[in-house]
Structure formats: structure tokens, C-alpha cells
T-cell receptor, first 113, second 114 residues
Framework: DGGITQSPKYLFRKEGQNVTLSCEQN?????MYWYRQDPGQGLRLIYY???????QKGDIAEGYSVSREKKESFPLTVTSAQKNPTAFYLC????????????FGQGTRLTVV | AQSVTQLGSHVSVSEGALVLLRCNYS??????LFWYVQYPNQGLQLLLK??????LVKGINGFEAEFKKSETSFHLTKPSAHMSDAAEYFC????????????FGRGTSLIVHP
């Protein structure tokens, strides 16, 4: 089955540690996105990539980093510089940067203690 | 620039009643519009989308939405609510001819009472 896989579903980390969230898609989509979801704030764009080896900052990129070395993979690293990292993180992809809808993974809930 | 405003963070209806979730958008170019549904601790699933053509679009689970350019709106409706419709609903816009990055509203939580 084609789709987007995020792992792990739940992640706990100590404050000050970097952590990497995995996102893999087998839909052959060019564009991939990372969103952060907090209660009452909807989805906010962290980073996006429209092609391999290229990515752009979204609205809330500070404290995050990404890479896009392969078309199917777009991992997100939450660094110690992110002041409030506890949130639900959603990865998405779309066929191209065009009029098609985004397909979402099941999300990773990160809790920093 | 583009933005989405969803009116009402919570909407409560009785089972069998009409569902109306409101969405207004702002876009400097003709928009593409989407409605997504999210169940607890899950990703988003597309309900329906408008790109071009017919302004009344039908989606899954009996939902439909109408694109009204003059009102910059894309409200989501369903004639009769089911308990299983209780979820979070997100309206999104992406701009034709631009980078197509979808921008989401803050979401509306639909509560369905027996």
C-alpha cells in the first residue's frame, strides 16, 4: 500500500537533547512538508521541500532542521534550540508543487520532559 | 499571501441535524481549497477539494462544500450529522500559480450529541 509513514508515533526526550523524527513516503511525490500542530493553533508549516536536495523554511523554522537526500525521505530534527518542542508533528507530501492535495502521515507526538 | 479563517473553534450539533462549518479565505490569486478531517491522534484525511470548474463539490461521507468567490468562502455542510462525524475539521488554501504550499486554518472541532 502506498502512503506516508512517520515513526515513532510517540517520542519522549529530555530537555536539551536533539531528536529526529522520521518521515518516509512511497507515493513518488516530489513535495514534502513538516507541520507542527498545537491545540487551537491549527497546522503551522516548519519546513518544506519541493525537490531532492532542496528545502525551504516555513513559518516556524527556528529550532528545527531537515534534510532531503532522497525523494522518499524527509527527516525532521528538533534541536535543543527549539524552546517549546512538545507538540504533535505531521509530515505530508503532494504529487508536485501543484493543485493536488497533500497526503498526511499519522503523526508523531513528541513530549519533552 | 494566503490565509484561512475558520469561524468557531467548536461547533455542536445533535445527531441528524445539519452540519455547517465555516471557512473564509484570502488569496491574491485564484485559490485551490480543501477540507480535511482529523480523528484524535491521527493524520489528516482529505474530505473534498475545489480547484476549478463546478463550485459545488461533493466529498466523502456525505459532505459537500460550495466555493463562493464573491464571499471568499468555502463552507462545509452535511445534511444529517452522525456520531461518527465527531472530529476536527481543517480548511486549507493553496494558491494557483504560486508555490502551492497549503495554508491551514486553526480547525473546528465538531461535537455531535445523541
Amino acid at each position: 500500500d502506498g502512503g506516508i509513514t512517520q515513526s515513532p508515533k510517540y517520542l519522549f526526550r529530555k530537555e536539551g537533547q536533539n531528536v529526529t523524527l522520521s518521515c518516509e513516503q512511497n507515493l513518488n511525490h516530489d513535495a514534502m512538508y513538516w507541520y507542527r500542530q498545537d491545540p487551537g493553533q491549527g497546522l503551522r508549516l516548519i519546513y518544506y521541500s519541493q525537490i531532492v536536495n532542496d528545502f525551504q523554511k516555513g513559518d516556524i523554522a527556528e529550532g528545527y532542521s531537515v534534510s532531503r537526500e532522497k525523494k522518499e525521505s524527509f527527516p525532521l530534527t528538533v534541536t535543543s534550540a527549539q524552546k517549546n518542542p512538545t507538540a504533535f508533528y505531521l509530515c505530508a507530501s503532494s504529487m508536485s508543487p501543484g493543485a493536488t492535495e497533500a497526503f498526511f502521515g499519522q503523526g508523531t507526538r513528541l513530549t519533552v520532559v | 499571501a494566503q490565509s484561512v479563517t475558520q469561524l468557531g473553534s467548536h461547533v455542536s450539533v445533535s445527531e441528524g441535524a445539519l452540519v455547517l462549518l465555516r471557512c473564509n479565505y484570502s488569496s491574491s490569486v485564484p485559490p485551490y481549497l480543501f477540507w480535511y478531517v482529523q480523528y484524535p491522534n491521527q493524520g489528516l484525511q482529505l474530505l473534498l477539494k475545489y480547484t476549478t470548474g463546478a463550485t459545488l463539490v461533493k466529498g466523502i461521507n456525505g459532505f459537500e462544500a460550495e466555493f463562493k468567490k464573491s464571499e471568499t468562502s468555502f463552507h462545509l455542510t452535511k445534511p444529517s450529522a452522525h456520531m461518527s462525524d465527531a472530529a476536527e475539521y481543517f480548511c486549507a488554501v493553496s494558491a494557483s500559480g504560486g508555490s502551492y504550499i497549503p495554508t491551514f486554518g486553526r480547525g473546528t472541532s465538531l461535537i455531535v450529541h445523541p
